[in-house]
């Protein structure tokens, strides 16, 4: 079922106008909701994985090799699915409520063997867990950040899923994590963490810019020190190839995607802000597509 026939294409004006009775794909992950309009999707998949380098062609039988790029820059399309789907497990799992909390896990030397990052994690969270054994079940999303000079950090979303409030003070969590330090946020002014946390990871400060060709566009974004100079999306060549960028505990889930006509998912959505939209118009040889995402936000009524 491709998402319609309905929708009227404005290229000129960059606007996919969408009826009432187009298909569409609704994700509703607490109180954000995305809308998704796609005019030609394939339901069925064309490849098939056999290895870590390899993958059959349905269509064909074919054996084919996958292309393995140097830089996760160099493969833009796997980056953004990675980035979105980070999305959606922040904003399905946390809501800025006062039983979570954002951490940052800094090394003191400069770490720069992935295995040993994601062992240390895995250490931290069981001393986390041992030492905070009597306020019951923690749920976590850690995802790692590279740093202009090589090193890692780690960017956590803890959940404590038995207690209404946590307050931990930031000393303590430092002992527990042990290699360096740790800064600790609360997310309570947040409504879309989301959103926030990507834009967080992919963005870097213009004053660790090292290399001319990582610049591009330049937005300034308030911090704990005051306006800071950003460039967006810069830190995102800095990623390796083949590293997971992000690990989660077993409760972190997936939220459900539901396709529906576009008049039952304005139905769902009620009054709530709609916060984001684009419209992207696919040309490729002959091949032709039309996208539209629409985001809301129930806490922007």
Request: charged content about 30%; proline content about 2%.
């Amino acid at each position: 079922m491709g998402g319609g026939f309905l929708a009227v294409f404005d290229k000129e004006n960059n606007q996919i106008y969408l009826d009432k009775r187009d298909f569409v794909v609704l994700t509703k992950m607490g109180h954000i909701t995305e809308v998704q309009y796609t005019e030609k999707r394939n339901n069925k998949p064309t490849i098939k994985k056999l290895n870590k380098t390899h993958f059959v062609v349905l269509s064909s039988g074919e054996v084919k090799e996958f292309k393995q790029s140097l830089n996760r820059s160099d493969n833009s399309n796997s980056l953004r699915k990675t980035f979105k789907k980070l999305r959606y497990l922040i904003n399905n799992n946390f809501f800025g409520y006062r039983n979570e909390l954002f951490l940052t896990l800094t090394y003191a030397e400069n770490v720069l063997d992935t295995k040993r990052v994601y062992d240390d994690f895995r250490k931290f969270m069981q001393r986390l867990k041992y030492r905070f054994k009597e306020l019951g079940n923690i749920e976590y999303l850690d995802v790692i950040e590279p740093q202009s000079r090589g090193a890692w950090h780690h960017h956590v979303l803890i959940k404590f899923t038995d207690q209404k409030n946590i307050f931990i003070e930031n000393k303590l969590m430092a002992e527990i994590w042990g290699h360096g330090f740790v800064r600790l946020n609360r997310i309570y002014d947040i409504d879309n963490i989301g959103a926030y946390l990507t834009a967080y990871l992919a963005d870097i400060p213009l004053s660790e810019i090292e290399n001319s060709n990582m610049i591009g566009e330049i937005v300034e974004k308030q911090t704990e020190t005051g306006l800071k100079k950003f460039v967006k999306g810069g830190r995102l060549s800095l990623y390796p190839s083949g590293v997971n960028l992000y690990r989660k505990s077993k409760g972190i889930i997936f939220p459900e995607r539901t396709v529906m006509t576009y008049d039952r998912a304005k139905k769902i959505i009620g009054n709530a802000s709609k916060t984001m939209e684009s419209n992207t118009f696919l040309e490729i040889d002959d091949y032709k597509n039309h996208i539209r995402f629409e985001q809301y936000n129930s806490k922007r009524t």
